[in-house]
């Protein structure tokens, strides 16, 4: 514990989030010390949704899956799971890939087939910050980025704004990309209507409409909807079965049957063809037939958490879904303490927000553990501790 509190007090006095990555890779155990979504006693993982491990029933599936080579279109696992994804959206046809990463990069690429054409995204989007510039790099797109508001929209009139003139000087706008939810804003929900007039306003301008769904299932439960229901308006989504719903990896894109042809020849070329991954795609059938209710489990558990940070006079941002964002003086010093005591959460800027997000490894007992720790961690610093931060 103690070389633990040490190299995070190292992070906190300046190393970069590459040595914090290092750090973190480097430390033993895994989510709660189990597999089964009970608490362990080894720690709480509350980094993000994506540390969970698959449990015994999600192992089972994968070890039974009936396999082909999915390359030449012979696995019917994956060919189920693509079916599944896609009619539950609302669309024709899927694509499993191995990330949400790579399936927004597939949909960018699929979308703008000319290279100097733009892309419309949020500036706090994850397909901007958070994916290196792929889509620039790999596909020849350019970024045009508009504020995000605190609920995690884009105001629609910045859209319109920034629509250039037809004219060789400029790039050409093709596309508009929606988070739901958004997650640097703290895991925020885009409504029903707020879509409806985003996919109105991509219709009168020309431009196509892509949702980066890779908590799309939280907002489905919070807002108690029919999938196709929040994704009627989109021309592709892409979701993600490895962050709430507990699968180890993938993503599934979705769209008009055309689109969906084209974007799987481009996922070749960027080396996403797989083999006998039904092993993982049965992993993904197995999470939406047993985890997707039970986010709301986590919604509950962040809003558990979110309380009692008020309560004791932290600044936290209003919880949505199951991400949880709030601010401490000498964040950095406190999370590591946090950590060498088995609570891992993430200091996100160095130095005052902090995230946690409760996954299905985390049970309400955990929250408490959590709140109890973080109001020891507060008082051993001292009062000035309690003082509210905002942004």
Known sequence: AQAILAQAQKF???????????????????????????????VIDMRSDTVTQPTAGMREAMAQAVVGDDVFGDDPTVQELEKRVAEMLGKE?????????????????THCSGRGQEVIVG?????????????????????????????????????????????????????LVLENTQNKMGGKVLTPDYMKKAGALCKELGLA???????????????????????????TVNVCLSKG???PIGSVLVGPADFIKRARRLRKALGGGMRQVGILAAAGLYALDNNLKRLKDDHDNAKRLAKGFLDFGLDVTPVDTNMVFW???DAPKIVAML?????????????????????MHTSAVDIDKVIEAVADALKSEGPTQKRARSD
């Not at 190393?15 to 080894?42: C, L, P």
């Not at 901007?128 to 504020?147: C, D, H, I, K, R």
Request: aromatic share 8%; with cysteine; hydrophobic share 45%.
């Open 12 to 42: 906190a006095h300046g190393y970069t989030r590459t040595h914090f990555a290092v750090m973190v890779a480097g430390i033993n155990g895994h989510a709660n010390g189990v597999a089964n979504g009970s608490s362990g006693n080894i």
């Open 93 to 109: 046809a899927g694509l499993f890939v191995s990330s949400g990463t790579q399936g927004n990069l597939l949909a960018v690429g």
């Open 123 to 175: 500036q706090d989007s994850h397909i901007f910050f958070y994916e290196q510039g792929g889509s620039s790099f790999l596909m020849g797109v350019a970024f045009n980025t508009v504020p995000n508001l605190p609920d995690g929209t884009i105001n629609l009139d910045d859209v319109r704004k920034v629509i250039k003139p037809d004219d060789p000087h400029f790039a050409a706008a093709k596309l």
């Open 209 to 235: 409409l892509h949702i980066d769904g890779a908590r799309l299932w939280n907002a489905i439960v919070a807002l108690d909807l029919a999938p196709a229901d929040l994704c009627r308006e989109a021309d």
């Open 245 to 247: 719903l507990g699968a």
């Open 327 to 329: 601010h401490m003086d």
């Open 339 to 359: 950590w060498a005591s088995g609570i891992r959460v993430l200091c996100i800027d160095g130095k005052t927000r902090c995230r946690a997000v409760p996954n």
